[in-house]
């Protein structure tokens, strides 16, 4: 079983930049695969970003690619999403999420458990 909490979110204006936190409970954090997605209201939850369990390797969304930037701390089991140059079409709740197999997967059915989000605003 796995806890994730998240943090970080809030109001800011365009082009400006956040950092969200997602803490994890549990031993094998190190070896979980993590992933941000986000939601706005009225569309499906979409991918962001992953990160492998040693931080070697990353995906992002094409909207995100260049702006965004998935990190990790497994002394500290946390995982990071730096949020750069943010647009208004960036607003939603943004939900961290683990996925017990190492295999790299980019849907919301592919991660076994979910933070309870948090909301980012960019307003313009």
């Known amino acids: 079983q796995v806890q994730l909490v998240e943090s970080g979110g809030g109001l800011v204006q365009a082009g400006g930049s956040l950092r969200l936190s997602c803490a994890a409970s549990g031993r094998t954090f190190a070896s979980t695969r993590m992933a941000w997605f986000r939601q706005a209201p009225g569309k499906e939850r979409e991918f962001v970003a992953t990160i492998s369990g040693t931080g070697g390797s990353t995906y992002y969304a094409d909207s995100v690619k260049g702006r965004f930037i998935i990190s990790r701390d497994n002394a500290k089991n946390t995982v990071y999403l730096q949020m750069n140059s943010l647009k208004p079409e960036d607003t939603a709740v943004y939900y961290c999420?683990?996925?017990?197999?190492?295999?790299?997967?980019?849907?919301?059915?592919?991660?076994?458990?979910w933070g309870q989000g948090t909301q980012v605003t960019v307003s313009s």
């Open positions: 999420a683990a996925r017990m197999s190492s295999s790299t997967r980019f849907t919301p059915d592919g991660y076994d458990f």
